[in-house]
């Protein structure tokens, strides 16, 4: 009989259990992966079908959603605008620190003066994206009308610490520092270029996807998919514990434990069928007295 607990790491260190060992890290390791995967996929779909929706929203004119030193609306982020105005391109500045396809660089971004209803107003407009500043090229002088994502102003420590910047270039698109710093009034929102008529950007200053706004959530679905090869790994361990403790036991792996065993007869009486037994020397024993 093999001592327990001790006999479990005997009977897991014989070659057969170790190779059912390995075989069971393949299985845990292959369920986890694709539990991960689903997760991932469940929030990959998820982005997809929110940038959908939000690219599935009309483009509408400027002045309609926002206007000048305005609160940000809150439905705005992502949405789709046009506005027509100058380039200001004596205002245009670089910031320094963003990636575009694994690519470190810089984002242009030059304002529009806009020719909206009112007072003329600045709105930054994200030309592009290069990874030299001398490829920042400044527009033309001349009426253009712009399209793109509107995006809320960001904040100075979006960007982490930059150190001293050279002339030209700002660690964030920031609107409040933007209004101390140009005389004209400024939208407290700027945009990602998508089109511009006519088109005066160059080649060299290469287009900012515009990012997806909000929380896109999960797809339950696959989500629910993960948990399940998550709860298959789990299972797989208890089957190969549950049968190596039998296995210790001397039991055959995955038998199922008997009933209680009859114990020794007590004080009850003979077993059945048994001619019942009478001690010598009783009263049935002796002898008539004869008469």
């Not at 439905?75 to 575009?100: C, I, K, M, N, W």
């Not at 806009?114 to 003329?120: F, H, I, L, R, S």
């Not at 407290?188 to 896109?216: H, I, M, Q």
């Not at 999960?218 to 090869?229: A, D």
Request: glycine letters at 12%; a negative charge.
């Amino acid at each position: 009989m093999i001592t327990y607990p001790g006999g479990v790491i005997r009977t897991a260190l014989k070659p057969g259990w170790l190779a059912l060992l390995a075989l069971l890290v393949v299985v845990v390791v292959s369920f986890y992966q694709l539990g991960m995967w689903q997760i991932g996929v469940s929030s990959n779909e998820a982005s997809r079908e929110h940038a959908q929706a939000q690219a599935a929203r009309p483009t509408e004119p400027l002045a309609e959603v926002t206007g000048p030193q305005q609160p940000f609306p809150s439905d705005g982020a992502g949405l789709s605008v046009t506005t027509e105005g100058e380039y200001a391109a004596e205002l245009q500045f670089l910031v320094p620190g963003r990636l575009l396809e694994g690519e470190s660089g810089y984002w242009v971004v030059t304002p529009v003066r806009t020719q909206d209803p009112g007072e003329a107003a600045l709105l930054p407009v994200v030309r592009g994206f290069v990874t030299d500043p001398a490829d920042a090229d400044e527009p033309p002088a001349g009426s253009v009308r712009v399209t793109g994502a509107l995006a809320p102003s960001e904040s100075p420590g979006e960007a982490g610490d930059l150190g001293r910047l050279p002339e030209g270039q700002r660690a964030a698109i920031d609107t409040a520092d933007l209004v101390n710093a140009w005389d004209d009034p400024v939208y407290n929102a700027f945009v990602f270029l998508v089109d511009e008529e006519p088109a005066v950007t160059s080649a060299d200053v290469r287009r900012v996807p515009p990012p997806v706004f909000g929380d896109s959530g999960i797809v339950w679905r696959n989500f629910g998919y993960g948990l399940q090869w998550f709860t298959f790994a789990g299972f797989a361990v208890y089957m190969y514990v549950r049968f190596l403790r039998q296995a210790a036991r001397g039991e055959r792996p995955g038998a199922t434990p008997e009933g209680p065993q009859a114990g020794p007869p007590g004080n009850g009486g003979p077993p059945a069928g048994a001619a019942p037994h009478t001690p010598a020397g009783t009263a049935d024993d002796r002898a008539p007295v004869p008469s």
